[in-house]
């Protein structure tokens, strides 16, 4: 219990420490500051954030030392390589792609598609399970402010983000 405690707090300290980075997330980007990010951060995070060490608490569990140091080797790469991906993407976007990584330019994966009118749209494919979760959350929102103009738009558009599939 004292590593998962212990492996915690890095990942809160390093939130905090380099908080700089959640401005470059897509919730520091495009969520405004109101009810949903606050009471996110002041009251879900300090319970999903510690539902480990709760579980520990209730349900103590021995593991070995080579379970043990197996864990916070891949615990030391997982935050590793999220830590210097998001200062990469960050450097990136603040040189507009004129910086060396690893000693080579810097280049970034634009993913794109294109209309039947022929226009060119980018899509974040790794953003899509946000996307999703979004989209039902927005419809909540929308049906709550627009009422029965919001059920009659969903009637002419049957499709949330991909026409004919979803």
Not at 19 to 32: A, R
Not at 93 to 106: I, S
Request: glycine share 8%; proline share 4%; charged share 20%.
């Amino acid at each position: 219990m004292f590593t998962v405690v212990l492996l915690r707090a890095v990942v809160v300290v390093d939130f905090f420490v380099n908080e700089e980075v959640f401005f470059h997330t897509l919730d520091g980007k495009y969520e405004s500051f109101g009810f949903y990010n606050i009471y996110g951060f002041s009251a879900m995070m300090p319970v999903f954030w510690t539902l480990q060490t709760q579980y520990l608490a209730k349900h103590p569990t021995e593991i070995s030392l080579p379970a043990l140091i197996a864990s916070i080797v891949i615990f030391v790469a997982g935050w590793s390589l999220r830590f210097y991906a998001d200062r990469q993407k960050m450097r990136f976007n603040r040189t507009q792609g004129k910086c060396l990584f690893w000693g080579r330019q810097a280049q970034g994966i634009p993913v794109s598609y294109q209309t039947r009118d022929g226009k060119t749209h980018r899509s974040h494919l790794l953003c899509s399970g946000m996307i999703v979760h979004r989209c039902f959350r927005d419809e909540e929102k929308c049906a709550d402010k627009y009422g029965s103009g919001w059920d009659e738009y969903c009637r002419r558009v049957p499709w949330r983000i991909v026409p004919g599939v979803f």
